[in-house]
C-alpha cells in the first residue's frame, strides 16, 4: 500500500495529517503546517507523513531510550511499558531501544507544547522521553509509518492505529505527570542519575539529636505516616493529600538508595508551607508538620530532641516540652502557690522539688550553653508551664465532694445512702485532676 493510501485511511479514521519530503528531515521545512490538515489525495510525492497533535487532539508518548523510560514509569506512575493502560497504538522507528504510544487527549483538556525528560551524557544532554502534544494551530507531530528513518529503515507498527473514537484517552498519571512537571524533572533526574536533588539537613543539631531522628525515621514506614496524615496513595509512588481539590497527586516518595538511607517524601502545592520547599522530608518531618493532631507521640527525650532541632532554645519551648513530657503527673495549683505530684493515687505536695529536678534535666536535652544551665532560666520554665492549661489548675477545684477519701488503696465512699445517681456522678469525677489528699 502506498504511503498516499495510508494517509488516506488515517485521515477517514478521523486524524489530521501533515505530509512532507523526507529530504528535509523529521519534520515540515513549510511554516503554517500546524493549522492545516492534510488532503491526502492532493499529496504529490511526499513520502513523510505525520500526526498533527494540535488539530487531532492527540498525544504521543515517546520513549527515547526505553529502558530508563520503563523505569521512571514503574517508579513514578505505576505503569507498565510493556502493557500500557487501553492497548493504545504502538510503533517504533529504532526497533532495539525506542517506542512511541498514541493516546487521545481527554475532552477540553490541552498539553500546551512538548515536555521532554533529558539527563546529562557524553555527548551533551540524552533524551529519556517526550510526551509530545500542543494546543490547536500550534505545531507538533510525529512521524507515523511507513515513513523512512533518518537511520535508513521505515517506522513500523507493533500495534496499529485505530479510529480516533476508539483511541484510548491518555492515561491519568500522565495528566498528573504533565501537571507537576517541573516539580518532578528533578526526582526523575535523580532516579536515572542519582543527582539533582537536594539532601535533608538539620542545621546545627547535635550528633545525639540526630542519631534520634534517624533512629525515629528507620522504625517509622513513610507510607503509614502519610496514611495516618489522610494522604492517599494513588498509585506508583504518588500520593494524594487531603481535601484535594484538582485530584492530582501532590506527593511523591522516594526510597532510601545509595545518596540517603532513609525515605523520602516531596510535597507540592496544598501541602503545608514548611513541607512544599522543593525539599526532601522524612518520617521526622512528616510527624512534626502533619501528625500533631494524630495520637503518634514521641516519647519525653524525643519529643526534647525535636524541639532542640527546631533550634528555638527558650524558656516558652522548654516549658512546652516540660508540658508534653510531664502533664499528666504534674500539678500546679494558683490558689496555694504551689506544685503537686500524682503518686498514683493521690496528689501530694512537691516537698523535695521534683519539679525543678525535672525541669533541669529537660533542659539538658535541648542546650549546652551555661546561660541556660542556671537557676533562673529553671524558673523561668517553670512560670511558664504554670499558665498551661493543661497543668494549672485552682485549689478550689479539688476535694469538692465531703463524701469522698482518697487513701493509698484507693478512694472511699462514706455516704453510702446517696441515690444512685449521685453514684454514678461520683464515679464519674474519679479522676487524678479532682482527688488532692
Given at each position: ?33 500546524g ?37 521512571v ?21 529504532n ?13 477540553g ?34 512521524v ?64 545525639e ?5 534517624n ?33 492530582s497527586?501532590g ?54 530532641v ?39 493515687n ?14 533541669r ?22 512560670k ?25 488503696g ?28
Amino acid at each position: 500500500m502506498t504511503i498516499k493510501c495510508i494517509a488516506k485511511e488515517l485521515t477517514d479514521m478521523g486524524y489530521s495529517l501533515v505530509a512532507w519530503d523526507s529530504e528535509s528531515g523529521k519534520n515540515p521545512n513549510f511554516s503554517g503546517w500546524g493549522m492545516i490538515a492534510l488532503d491526502p489525495i492532493k499529496m504529490n510525492g511526499e513520502d513523510m507523513i505525520g500526526l498533527n497533535h494540535g488539530l487531532s487532539g492527540t498525544v504521543v508518548l515517546d520513549g527515547d531510550d526505553l529502558e530508563r523510560t520503563r523505569s521512571v514509569f514503574g517508579t513514578f506512575l505505576g505503569l507498565d511499558t510493556e502493557a500500557m493502560p487501553g492497548g493504545p497504538p504502538t510503533y517504533h522507528g529504532n526497533p532495539v531501544n525506542r517506542r512511541k504510544w498514541v493516546y487521545r487527549l481527554p475532552e477540553g483538556v490541552v498539553i500546551p507544547g512538548v515536555k521532554k525528560l533529558t539527563i546529562p551524557g557524553e555527548k551533551g544532554h540524552e533524551t529519556i522521553f517526550e510526551i509530545r502534544a500542543c494546543e490547536p494551530g500550534k505545531q507538533a507531530q510525529d512521524v507515523l509509518p511507513p515513513s523512512p528513518h533518518p537511520e535508513g529503515h521505515q517506522y513500523t507498527w507493533l500495534k496499529p492505529m485505530v479510529p480516533i473514537d476508539e483511541l484510548p484517552i491518555l492515561p491519568a498519571p500522565i495528566m498528573d505527570l504533565v501537571t507537576n512537571w517541573n516539580d518532578m524533572v528533578p526526582l526523575m533526574r535523580h532516579q536515572l542519575t542519582g543527582h539533582g536533588i537536594t539532601e535533608i539537613t538539620r542545621g546545627k543539631a547535635s550528633d545525639e539529636a540526630i542519631a534520634t531522628i534517624n533512629d525515629y525515621c528507620r522504625t517509622h514506614d513513610l507510607a503509614e505516616l502519610l496514611s495516618l496524615a489522610g494522604y492517599e496513595h494513588c498509585y506508583g509512588n504518588r500520593w494524594l493529600r487531603p481535601g484535594s481539590g484538582t485530584g492530582s497527586p501532590g506527593v511523591t516518595t522516594w526510597p532510601a538508595d545509595q545518596t540517603c538511607d532513609k525515605e523520602r517524601a516531596f510535597f507540592f502545592d496544598g501541602s503545608p508551607t514548611e513541607l512544599t520547599d522543593g525539599k526532601p522530608h522524612d518520617a521526622w518531618d512528616i510527624k512534626k508538620h502533619l501528625l500533631q493532631d494524630v495520637a503518634t507521640k514521641l516519647d519525653e527525650r524525643q519529643e526534647a530532641v525535636v524541639r532542640a532541632v527546631l533550634g528555638r532554645v527558650s524558656e516558652d519551648t522548654v516549658g512546652l516540652a516540660f508540658t508534653e513530657a510531664h502533664g499528666g503527673r504534674l500539678r500546679y495549683l494558683h490558689g496555694a502557690g504551689k506544685w503537686y505530684v500524682w503518686t498514683g493515687n493521690r496528689w501530694v505536695q512537691d516537698g523535695l522539688k521534683r519539679t525543678l529536678h525535672a525541669v533541669r534535666n529537660l533542659t539538658r536535652t535541648h542546650t549546652t550553653k551555661p546561660s541556660q544551665a542556671k537557676s533562673s532560666f529553671y524558673e523561668g520554665v517553670l512560670k511558664v508551664a504554670s499558665s498551661d492549661p493543661t497543668i494549672a489548675g485552682e485549689f478550689a477545684e479539688y476535694d469538692q465532694d465531703n463524701y469522698l477519701l482518697a487513701t493509698p488503696g484507693g478512694l472511699w465512699i462514706f455516704a453510702t445512702a446517696v441515690s444512685e445517681r449521685r453514684r454514678q456522678l461520683t464515679r464519674s469525677q474519679r479522676s487524678p485532676a479532682r482527688r488532692l489528699r
